[in-house]
């Protein structure tokens, strides 16, 4: 889970959350205010002569809020400033132009009242 590590502590070191708010993988019942990063598959590594090779894994993060404005306005902070980053040994590349509307109906339904979440979806690049 390094590359999760390493974007946790990216956004800890931005100021986005403090640490206790991130998660890796799911999100929580609580808090409702929270960003969660998910991994994704990322394209076919490539592989060079000797062993050497290119992995490009991806993820994704989510920003959970109860008030949709501020969850979008955290996405794309974080879209600007993770994107054309270094961060550990990955060079980090947004994929889309803006955060994308991820609310679930049953992040709607939410006991403690709707809650609204936002996604990055981003591909690195990592040498090994």
Same mark, same amino acid.
């Given at each position: 889970m390094t590359l999760i /590590?390493?974007? *946790?502590? %990216? #956004? *800890? %070191? #931005?100021?986005?959350? /403090?640490g206790t708010d991130l998660f890796a993988l799911r999100f929580p019942a609580t808090p409702p205010k929270c960003i969660c990063i998910i991994l994704l598959g990322g394209k076919v590594p490539s592989e060079e002569m000797g062993g050497a090779g290119i992995d490009y894994p991806a993820f994704q993060i989510q920003v959970r809020d109860i008030d949709p404005e501020q969850a979008i306005d955290d996405a794309e902070a974080i879209r600007l400033a993770l994107n054309d980053s270094t961060q550990g040994s990955y060079s980090i590349f947004t994929t889309r132009s803006q955060p994308s509307n991820v609310t679930s109906p049953e992040d709607l339904s939410a006991a403690g009242g709707p809650l609204f979440r936002f996604a990055v979806d981003f591909e690195t690049i990592s040498a090994r």
């Open positions: /590590s390493d974007i *946790v502590t %990216a #956004l *800890v %070191a #931005l100021g986005y959350m /403090s």
